[in-house]
């Protein structure tokens, strides 16, 4: 296709609505992550409130901080950590074989008679 000026004005509207598109997506799911976490805030504030730990509830900030994050995800990665121990010993077996037609080379060596 060769480019003239009716493509560019084609082109231009299909790029504006692109980016509309990816902006617009990535304005709603900035908004859904922030209110999630208020969500999630609210929803912890009302199973203390039933379990009867009012003053945990109403304190200010009941986020968990980083550092505790970081805590707890150190410890999962230690928890699973499943590697084996290698022995740095390379060992290598030899098998005597018997006879296999797979690797024969006389096979491509026939000679075809007319």
Partial sequence: MIATPENFSEGLV?????YSIVF?????????FNSLSKVL?????????????HEIADL???DVTGEETA?????????????DEESGV????????TYSPWS?????LRRFSR
């Fill in 60 to 62: 200010p900030n009941i």
């Fill in 71 to 83: 805590a707890v995800a150190m410890a999962l990665y230690l928890m699973t950590d499943v590697h």
């Fill in 41 to 53: 805030n609210t929803k912890i504030r009302n199973r203390l409130r039933k379990e009867g730990k």
């Fill in 24 to 32: 617009s997506a990535l304005v709603t799911l900035f908004f859904v």
């Fill in 14 to 18: 299909i790029t504006l609505v692109g």
């Fill in 104 to 108: 024969s080379k006389i096979y491509g």
């Fill in 90 to 97: 390379i060992t290598i077996k030899r098998d005597s074989k």
